[in-house]
């Protein structure tokens, strides 16, 4: 199986890579269009701020590479949050893949970002077969993707979040599945199979 990391100057992706490779699978990081577009799946993992990795997509065309693809698309974390329409992130413009916005967690009584574990409930996708409700998964944000029609999961902190969407071709989580132990191995190899 050819699996394709994007690259775009945000950070986490090695442990991407390390996830896979504990499956067994072997990946390339890249943003060349044609490796991206070739491959059976693609993962677009990150951690860091919006705006920037923008910039660094659309300098490189890599923002109509990824709306283009046709395989299997897989978002985690800062990747989930690009796919949406906008970020309150620096007021960023986003690819728009998913039909969501991306908002900041507010609270008074809450620790801004999210950072550690909680479950994860309302499973309902392909990507959750085999993995049990209320399952606990590891995040590190402080923005989030507001829940609709195409949350396959969910997570609160303070309010309703989407901590996984579906759309189409793409999927995309919030959490970070690679740092998730079994279950987020589980989700990960779940990809690999659709």
Same mark, same amino acid.
């Not at 890579?17 to 990946?27: Q, T």
């Not at 044609?34 to 860091?48: H, M, N, R, Y």
């Given at each position: 199986? =050819?699996?394709? @990391?994007?690259?775009?100057?945000?950070?986490?992706?090695? $442990? &991407?890579?390390?996830?896979?490779?504990?499956?067994?699978?072997? $990946?390339?990081?890249?943003?060349?269009?044609?490796?991206?577009?070739?491959?059976?799946? &693609?993962?677009?993992?990150?951690?860091?701020?919006? $705006?920037?990795?923008? =910039?660094?997509?659309?300098?490189?065309?890599?923002? /109509?590479? /990824?709306?283009?693809?046709?395989?299997?698309?897989?978002?985690?974390?800062?990747?989930?949050?690009?796919?949406?329409?906008?970020?309150?992130?620096?007021?960023?413009?986003?690819?728009?893949?998913?039909?969501?916005? #991306?908002?900041?967690?507010?609270?008074?009584?809450?620790? /801004?970002?999210? @950072?550690?574990?909680?479950?994860?409930?309302?499973?309902?996708?392909?990507?959750?077969?085999? #993995?049990?409700? =209320?399952?606990?998964?590891?995040?590190?944000?402080?923005?989030?993707?507001?829940?609709?029609?195409?949350? #396959?999961?969910?997570?609160?902190?303070?309010?309703?979040?989407?901590?996984? #969407?579906?759309?189409? =071709?793409?999927?995309?989580?919030?959490?970070?599945?690679?740092? $998730?132990?079994?279950?987020?191995?589980? /989700?990960?190899?779940?990809?690999?199979?659709?």
């Amino acid at each position: 199986m =050819n699996v394709a @990391i994007v690259k775009y100057n945000a950070g986490n992706v090695e $442990s &991407v890579k390390n996830a896979l490779n504990r499956l067994g699978v072997e $990946s390339v990081l890249t943003d060349e269009a044609k490796i991206l577009q070739t491959a059976d799946k &693609v993962i677009f993992p990150g951690v860091g701020e919006a $705006s920037s990795a923008m =910039n660094y997509l659309r300098k490189r065309n890599l923002d /109509i590479t /990824i709306n283009s693809l046709k395989q299997p698309v897989l978002g985690i974390c800062l990747g989930m949050q690009l796919l949406c329409e906008f970020s309150e992130e620096n007021q960023t413009k986003c690819l728009g893949t998913l039909p969501y916005k #991306v908002r900041k967690f507010e609270s008074d009584n809450l620790k /801004i970002p999210q @950072i550690g574990w909680n479950n994860i409930f309302g499973l309902k996708s392909k990507l959750f077969e085999g #993995v049990a409700e =209320n399952s606990f998964v590891y995040f590190v944000h402080g923005f989030y993707v507001e829940t609709g029609a195409e949350t #396959v999961a969910a997570c609160d902190y303070g309010l309703n979040f989407s901590a996984a #969407v579906r759309h189409e =071709n793409f999927y995309a989580v919030q959490f970070h599945a690679e740092k $998730s132990g079994a279950v987020g191995a589980k /989700i990960l190899e779940n990809f690999l199979k659709i």
